[in-house]
């Protein structure tokens, strides 16, 4: 057994809410878990992820670790420069 006195209040039936809305119940030491995301909503685990390709940032890592292949358009870039 626990010592007593030492240990906080367990509450094996906490309640799990996103946007007002309870989502599950877990054993926590607080009786109510406020969370902004969780995995019913979170863009990974929904299938709407997007990656956000900000000035081919994706394309030219891909490229420079050989992921892809070079495009026609890249091979004539680099002549002009």
């Known amino acids: 057994m626990p010592k007593a006195d030492i ?3 367990w509450y ?3 309640k799990v809410t996103c946007n007002g809305e309870v989502i599950m119940t877990v054993g926590s ?3 109510e878990i406020n969370v902004e995301i969780w995995s019913g909503n979170h ?3 929904t299938g709407t992820q997007k990656i956000i390709d900000t000035e081919g940032r994706v394309d030219r890592f891909m490229r420079k670790y050989g992921m892809k292949e070079k495009t ?3 091979k004539q870039d680099k ?3």
């Open 7 to 9: 240990h906080p209040t």
């Open 72 to 74: 026609a358009e890249d």
């Open 43 to 45: 863009p990974f685990y």
């Open 29 to 31: 030491t607080k009786p």
């Open 79 to 81: 002549k002009k420069k």
């Open 12 to 14: 094996p039936d906490a």
